[in-house]
């Protein structure tokens, strides 16, 4: 993809963002590592704070000895995501082929795995910091500050 992305805001105005392959290992930034909410319409959100995750394709959860896969898109299943309230965000990373993990200090782990359609995860906060997984399977990222 060689157009730079980019958001038009409320107001009109346009954001231009850049787009970047995800790096072995890509630490996201959190304002809190604490899990503050997990909300789940069409979409599996989890608050951190001033930071939103959100999950839009299929995930694996593995907690309390189990490893599931989980659909945002099949809400009925989606019961065994709110095991992970309360707890606090041990470590947030992109891998190299768009991966997004979330450690959690209760040992907790979601893995999302880059989509080929879609727009897997995002992580969007603190403030106007936003992380994209772009569809596809380079590992593309999409990213605003």
């Known amino acids: 993809m060689s157009e730079r992305p980019y958001i038009v805001d409320s107001d009109g105005s346009r954001r231009d963002g850049d787009i970047q392959r995800a790096g072995e290992d890509r630490t996201l930034r959190f304002d809190s590592q604490d899990l503050s909410f997990i909300r789940v319409d069409h979409q599996t959100r989890l608050q951190f704070g001033g930071t939103e995750v959100v999950i839009e394709s299929p995930f694996s959860l593995r907690a309390e000895d189990r490893e599931l896969q989980l659909d945002p898109g099949d809400r009925a299943s989606l019961g065994p995501i709110l095991t992970l309230y309360p707890d606090s965000l041990a470590s947030a990373s ?17 893995v999302v795995p880059q989509d080929p359609r879609y727009e897997a995860w995002q992580v969007n906060g603190p403030g106007t910091y936003l992380v994209v997984c772009m569809p596809g399977t380079t590992g593309d990222l999409s990213i605003w500050s």
């Open 94 to 110: 992109v891998d190299e082929g768009g991966t997004l993990r979330l450690d959690f200090a209760s040992g907790a782990r979601i």
